[in-house]
T-cell receptor, first 109, second 115 residues
Framework: QKEVEQNSGPLSVPEGAIASLNCTYS??????FFWYRQYSGKSPELIMS????GDKEDGRFTAQLNKASQYVSLLIRDSQPSDSATYLC?????????FGTGTRLTVIP | DAGVTQSPTHLIKTRGQQVTLRCSPK?????VSWYQQALGQGPQFIFQ???????QRGNFPDRFSGHQFPNYSSELNVNALLLGDSALYLC??????????????FGPGTRLTVL
């Protein structure tokens, strides 16, 4: 099993809808989780960090962590075309970040 | 506040050659991690440097080596280049020894093409 697994998508949502991105992780991954956004040809940009069970909200983004189920998710409310990108889930372990393969999101105007 | 910088932006090499990539961390950060990102994949951890020493290493061969300088900047060296080394090489910086709660911020990356 890979340390961090994501549904590679692609995921398409209409403008204004909620986009839901999901990620599971193995026992090798510790307690800190991050969501990065990566536009085509660019480097990953950190958008959310979550360390505790439950929800964390920042503007239109909500990260959810369920340690018992080893599950992390990212909700994007009121999706905009500018949200179209690949979203990478990452978790820490052994002094490094383990990344999923990313989920490609397209927001349709 | 200066972010993470990397040089060069793009690089083309031939098989068997050697390459050096450079990274300057975000102001105030002391830890540098290097990642390789192949097309369509997530970044893969190469190694992390803290206090001028390699602190942790991923599953990469010894052809990949690095260095961290007293000003916290870092280099990634790859010897005997293979076609499969073609990728985006990312540097990420973080604070205070790379504690697991510390966020890592990426530079713009170096696109390496091996012909």
């Amino acid at each position: 099993q890979k340390e961090v697994e994501q549904n590679s998508g692609p995921l398409s949502v209409p403008e204004g809808a909620i986009a839901s991105l999901n990620c599971t992780y193995s026992d090798r991954v510790s307690q800190s989780f991050f969501w990065y956004r990566q536009y085509s040809g660019k480097s990953p940009e950190l958008i959310m960090s979550i360390y505790s069970n439950g929800d964390k909200e920042d503007g239109r983004f909500t990260a959810q962590l369920n340690k018992a189920s080893q599950y992390v998710s990212l909700l994007i409310r009121d999706s905009q075309p500018s949200d179209s990108a690949t979203y990478l889930c990452a978790g820490t372990g052994a002094n490094n970040l383990f990344f999923g393969t990313g989920t490609r999101l397209t927001v349709i105007p | 506040d200066a972010g993470v910088t990397q040089s060069p932006t793009h690089l083309i090499k031939t098989r068997g050659q050697q390459v050096t990539l450079r990274c300057s961390p975000k102001s105030g950060h002391d830890t540098v991690s290097w990642y390789q990102q192949a097309l369509g994949q997530g970044p893969q951890f190469i190694f992390q440097y803290y206090e001028e020493e390699e602190r942790q290493r991923g599953n990469f061969p010894d052809r990949f080596s690095g260095h961290q300088f007293p000003n916290y900047s870092s280099e990634l060296n790859v010897n005997a280049l293979l076609l499969g080394d073609s990728a985006l090489y990312l540097c990420a910086s973080s604070l205070a020894g790379g504690d697991e709660y510390n966020e890592q911020f990426f530079g713009p990356g170096t696109r390496l093409t091996v012909l």
